[in-house]
């Protein structure tokens, strides 16, 4: 079994990017313990997906496992702005 934290926050772009969002956190594979610092939405998926392929699970080219995974955390960032 795998499990994940993730822990993700915004940090706000200089005036010159003000439509550019930084994300900074870090992802922690639960039972193993192994822990990555992340700068991109992309290296959490990559994280993941280099687990879920160890593990034997095979994903189409078509990259929907990360187009859903950034979704999700998109979604997340649109809730965050709300509070």
Known sequence: MHSFIIKLWLEEAPEDKADSVIWHGH????????RAYLKDLDSATAFIT?????YGVRFSTSGRFAR??????????RNLERL
Do not use: K, N
Not at 27 to 34: A, C, D, L, W
């Open 27 to 34: 992802i922690t594979h639960v039972p193993g313990g192994e």
């Open 68 to 77: 859903r995974f950034r979704r999700l955390l998109l979604s997340a960032r």
């Open 50 to 54: 280099a687990y879920l392929e160890a």
